[in-house]
């Protein structure tokens, strides 16, 4: 289970300008959520990507990122390991391929359970042993076939759902040349904290912000509902709406 945070803005902004005084809270949560940390922005030859499998509290690297790397859409991953799964730099988010990035917070089990979901030109660019990777798999697979990034994710949210797999969340963000695509997807049952999984959405001025909740504070914040995915346009920042599958419940909630 990890935190995300996506941005779209008009012009280039860094990671420590779209968090300011909030800087400290979100770094805060790599004290739980510190199994590794992943950026990715888009530049002038694409998607770029980096990422570590240390705690983002201490990485020199990190810090150099969100300082200096200026960029009109981002995607920020703080990772917590699901139990039993190891940390590397294989396993942290975000992944890519196919010219996009891709981050998740959530779990499905067993993982196993995704591999007819996955193209079979495609299993064996599997470097980890995560869900999260065998999701973005899926989403890749789709992609492949000609779907627009919208239609592959929302796809494979219900592919997943179908698949017979336990899942607690499909939380994720998916960072193209052209546009972030958030979408919230959990079973509000499977973690004791019911503000854990909900995102959030803001918008100040030339930038819009998709986030995990529990870092910030309230003020302007929007939610977006369960069963939902958001999209935002690079650009001209054009957010769309779109309905995706939800779980059936693990347990009921308490």
């Given at each position: 289970?990890?935190?995300?945070?996506?941005?779209?803005?008009?012009?280039?902004?860094?990671?420590?300008?779209?968090?300011?005084?909030?800087?400290?809270?979100?770094?805060?949560?790599?004290?739980?959520?510190?199994?590794?940390?992943?950026?990715?922005?888009?530049?002038?030859?694409?998607?770029?990507?980096?990422?570590?499998?240390?705690?983002?509290?201490?990485?020199?690297?990190?810090?150099?990122?969100?300082?200096?790397?200026?960029?009109?859409?981002?995607?920020?991953?703080?990772?917590?390991?699901?139990?039993?799964?190891?940390?590397?730099?294989?396993?942290?988010?975000?992944?890519?391929?196919?010219?996009?990035?891709?981050?998740?917070?959530?779990?499905?089990?067993?993982?196993?359970?995704?591999?007819?979901?996955?193209?079979?030109?495609?299993?064996?660019?599997?470097?980890?042993?995560?869900?999260?990777?065998?999701?973005?798999?899926?989403?890749?697979?789709?992609?492949?076939?000609?779907?627009?990034?919208?239609?592959?994710?929302?796809?494979?949210?219900?592919?997943?759902?179908?698949?017979?797999?336990?899942?607690?969340?499909?939380?994720?963000?998916?960072?193209?040349?052209?546009?972030?695509?958030?979408?919230?997807?959990?079973?509000?049952?499977?973690?004791?904290?019911?503000?854990?999984?909900?995102?959030?959405?803001?918008?100040?001025?030339?930038?819009?912000?998709?986030?995990?909740?529990?870092?910030s504070d309230s003020a302007g914040w929007s939610?977006?509902?369960?069963?939902?995915?958001?999209?935002?346009?690079?650009?001209?920042?054009?957010?769309?709406?779109?309905?995706?599958?939800?779980?059936?419940?693990?347990?009921?909630?308490?």
């Open positions: 289970m990890c935190r995300l945070l996506g941005t779209v803005s008009r012009v280039p902004v860094t990671l420590d300008q779209v968090l300011g005084a909030e800087r400290g809270a979100f770094l805060a949560l790599a004290a739980q959520h510190g199994d590794g940390w992943g950026h990715a922005w888009t530049g002038p030859d694409g998607v770029e990507v980096r990422k570590d499998a240390d705690s983002a509290l201490v990485s020199r690297d990190l810090a150099r990122l969100a300082a200096g790397q200026a960029a009109e859409s981002a995607l920020t991953h703080l990772r917590w390991a699901t139990l039993g799964l190891s940390v590397r730099s294989a396993n942290t988010h975000p992944f890519t391929g196919q010219g996009v990035a891709f981050a998740h917070n959530g779990s499905i089990s067993p993982a196993e359970a995704l591999e007819e979901l996955i193209a079979p030109q495609l299993r064996q660019q599997r470097e980890g042993d995560t869900d999260s990777e065998r999701y973005f798999l899926a989403v890749l697979s789709r992609l492949a076939e000609g779907a627009a990034p919208a239609e592959a994710l929302a796809t494979t949210v219900a592919d997943v759902l179908a698949s017979g797999a336990t899942v607690h969340s499909l939380n994720c963000m998916l960072l193209t040349p052209e546009a972030l695509l958030a979408v919230c997807c959990y079973d509000p049952g499977s973690y004791d904290d019911p503000e854990y999984y909900p995102l959030l959405h803001r918008r100040t001025g030339e930038t819009v912000v998709v986030a995990s909740t529990g870092w939610t977006l509902d369960n069963g939902q995915m958001m999209v935002v346009e690079r650009g001209s920042l054009r957010t769309t709406i779109v309905p995706v599958s939800t779980p059936r419940p693990v347990r009921t909630a308490s």
